[in-house]
């Protein structure tokens, strides 16, 4: 064997060698490993340079609301009117946001517009209304205990992700948004 073929067969040798030690040694991609902080995290609106965080509710007009959260506490959420910025009254949270060209980039800029504060009892759920949802596992350290897990895990959910007592019934507009 001539000395190429030595460089060829030892280069595939390493290749392959550092190949299987790399497999060997990375976590299973068919687990996502469970990680906790270090320290508490701190409740709170994330800054809304970072994330836009909304939040709808029906008003006394039976009009579905949309509002920039800007605030909470144990009982109520602060936010603005997506109105107040050029948004529209649509129902849907994304065809409200659409046309608004500029949010405020800071908290500190939103003092000029007027706020809603409203009980966290009145908000309307933020995820689907159907009765098939996807769960995740494990998000949360309790979650990990209880399903005896280390790693995260999706899995099919069936039944309604809010209790439905807690909605209001009382318009053919929220009935119809329930039955989807």
Request: aromatic share 8%; charged share 20%; hydrophobic share 35%.
């Amino acid at each position: 064997m001539g000395r190429l073929g030595k460089i060829v067969i030892g280069g595939t040798t390493i290749l392959v060698v550092g190949t299987f030690l790399a497999w060997v040694t990375s976590p299973d991609p068919r687990t996502n490993p469970a990680t906790f902080e270090d320290d508490p995290l701190v409740e709170g609106v994330a800054p809304v340079d970072q994330a836009v965080t909304l939040a709808q509710f029906t008003d006394s007009a039976g009009s579905v609301r949309t509002i920039l959260v800007t605030d909470f506490d144990e009982s109520d959420i602060t936010g603005i009117d997506l109105m107040a910025f050029g948004g529209t009254d649509s129902p849907d949270p994304f065809e409200a946001l659409a046309p608004i060209d500029d949010l405020p980039q800071s908290f500190d800029e939103v003092g000029a517009y007027p706020s809603t504060s409203v009980p966290m009892t009145d908000l309307l759920p933020s995820g689907s209304l159907g009765d098939r949802h996807i769960g995740t596992g494990t998000n949360f350290p309790e979650h990990a205990e209880e399903a005896n897990s280390g790693s995260v895990f999706s899995f099919p959910k069936f039944g309604t992700a809010t209790p439905r007592a807690n909605l209001d019934y009382s318009s053919a507009r929220n009935l119809a948004r329930l039955r989807g």
